[in-house]
């Protein structure tokens, strides 16, 4: 008995210890994995996205107002009462279209006058061809004496006599002088009747002006005279004489834009321009249609003028407009957003720089080189891939090779391709 019993206290003495030993193992390995725990939790949550490729474009953003494409006020030509009005505020005209027309006695009777005179003058030089015609026929008929009298008197000299010959020799002169003064009668016959029918053309040209016609398609914007008003010849010099009407052509309308210096290189005939109008909240294309070619210097602006087509007079001379002209576009190029950029240095020589999370989910620097920048985005010419994962948030406590924990951010945009 005694032995038997000291064998099991022996047993149960070597138990209890390893026991112990077990159980402080597993303690062990429990603080080890609460450790582990530990450190993942406290990584920091940081914002990501990922890098993708966009098309981009920075633009100049101004301020205008329409202009009509052409804007004149409509004088008379010659000066009179008018008769008939044909448009008034807001008629949309065509060219050639008839505005209004004038009555002008004087010029009615001024034709009246040169009317006669042409007919006096066709009378004249019908009078001049026949004077032509007899002097003609008495020449032919003297010249034609004189020589049958001179060669007689050559073959029989004692037949006819001399005197007869002589008399016959300056009936022949006489009547070719007559030829000659009757053509210069006619040549000053038709000279006279050139001047009454340009002077009768002219007169009818000046009348015509009596009807007063629209120079190009547009629409009367002004009405400055009405029926029975006297209008005076818009030919003087004095800029106070009174026009009919103010015609605009409202088919293209035109934005006068003062362009800085800086953004003249990137300016080009042929532009595309984005055009809003906030009071139709419409946007319409439009052209850089003319550039000054010159900077002023008292502004540091070009003058640029952008056509923007207007078939169906949406658009009111005079109405407020933005226009926005891209200066510099890129397409299908990686891009990330603005705010991942870190710089250093000055704005001229400046280092620039992103944080991207690798795939051990630690934060490294990438050197990049950056493109066009826009207020939201910039593009990344070198330095990144597609899809990279680009830190966005705080990046304060963020060192290269810490541990983050990235939550990943998928900003609306419309250029991703």
Known sequence: MTKKRWHMAKWKHSVVPATIVIAAACCGCADTSKTNASNVSEAPHVAVVKATKQNISTALDIASEFQPYQDVNVYAKVSGYVQKLDVDWGTHVKQGQLLAVLEVPELQQQLAVDDA????????????????????????????????LANVQKTQPNLVAQEEVDQAEGKNAQADAGVSAAKDSLAASEQALAAAKASLEKDKALYGYSQITAPFDGVVTEIDAYKGALLPAGTSSNKGDQPLCHLADDSVLRLVIPVPE???????????????????NKTYQGKVAHIAG???LSTRTMHTEIDIPNPNHEIVPGMYAEASLVLKSADGVLTVPIQAINRSGDDAGSATSVYIAASDNTVQERKVQIGIETPERAEVTSGLNDNDLVIVGDRSQLRPGMKIQPKVETPATSGDL
């Open 117 to 148: 005179s042409v007919r006096r003058s066709e009378q004249d030089v019908a009078r001049a061809h026949e004077e032509l015609n007899g002097a003609q026929s008495a020449f032919n008929v003297a010249h034609l004496t004189y020589t049958r």
């Open 262 to 280: 800086s953004a003249v290189p990137s300016i080009k005939i042929g532009s595309s321009v984005s055009v809003r109008v906030p009071v139709l």
């Open 294 to 296: 010159e900077v002023i």
